[in-house]
């Protein structure tokens, strides 16, 4: 199986990028980051404190969590049998996220399962740590990123589009917040790693973000 990492911190455009580079190689795409932030609507859901281990880690016991592919190709989350696809990308679940991510114990809970996705899939992840924790022998390993304000603006567009209220001071505060949080964690913090490729769409359009993308890709895998 051949495996593309992609890494880098909130709003790079990673997911949209991905999952295209993904359909344009034939590889199935995962969007970590839904995984996490299905932990992180458990806590919620359950009156737990997301930055507290004692209350977040007896929920991964017998956490009912499932991950699918809509007709539409589409990843969808399943939390107790229910489509969470679109209530894990309301706002104030990225910054919970962000914390229960941080707590060992949910990060070695979610480890395997997304090795075994890789294990019998050609995939494309994205998240923070997979080409450093997750896949350490991935084919290749992209680190995008871009200025903060560039992955604010395009936040804030996205939450627009979702319909979601938000200004662009509160969404370029809460992406560095999020940045140092994800960054600055003990274990599997964001950081590209040694033999990543880095890709900086600060001044590149989504056309020529995804063509750098696949040009990177394809210097080192035969597809
Ligand atoms: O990519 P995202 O914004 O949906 O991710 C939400 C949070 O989940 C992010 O702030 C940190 C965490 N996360 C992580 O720790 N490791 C990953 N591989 C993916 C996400």
Redesign the pocket.
């Known amino acids: 199986m051949r495996s593309v990492a992609i890494?880098g911190p909130?709003?790079a455009g990673?997911?949209t990028l991905a999952k295209q580079a993904a359909k344009a190689l034939g590889f199935l795409y995962v969007?970590?980051?839904?995984?996490?932030?299905t932990v992180?609507l458990k806590a919620v859901r359950a009156g737990a404190d997301p930055v507290d281990p004692a209350q977040v880690v007896p929920l991964l016991e017998n956490l009912d969590l499932r991950m699918d592919y809509g007709p539409d190709g589409e990843q969808r989350m399943f939390l107790e049998g229910e489509d969470v696809s679109s209530a894990i990308r309301e706002h104030k679940i990225?910054?919970l996220?962000?914390k229960?991510?941080?707590i060992p114990e949910v990060?070695a809970f979610l480890l395997d399962f997304?090795r075994k996705l890789a294990r019998e899939h050609d995939v494309l992840?994205?998240?923070?740590?997979?080409g450093t924790v997750?896949l350490p022998h991935a084919d290749v390993k992209v680190f995008l990123t871009a200025a903060p304000e560039a992955r604010a603006r395009r936040r804030l567009r996205d939450l627009e589009l979702r319909g979601q209220q938000a200004d662009y001071d509160t969404v370029l505060r809460d992406i560095i917040a999020?940045d140092e949080?994800?960054r600055n964690?003990p274990i599997?913090p964001?950081r590209q790693a040694e033999d990543a490729v880095l890709l900086d769409t600060t001044n590149l359009d989504l056309a020529a973000s995804l063509e750098a993308l696949l040009a990177i890709i394809k210097e080192k895998i035969d597809l």
């Open positions: 890494d909130a709003g990673k997911s969007d970590t980051g839904a995984i996490y932030r992180a990225s910054g996220a962000s229960v991510s941080a990060r997304q992840m994205d998240g923070r740590d997979i997750v999020r949080q994800d964690r599997a964001l």
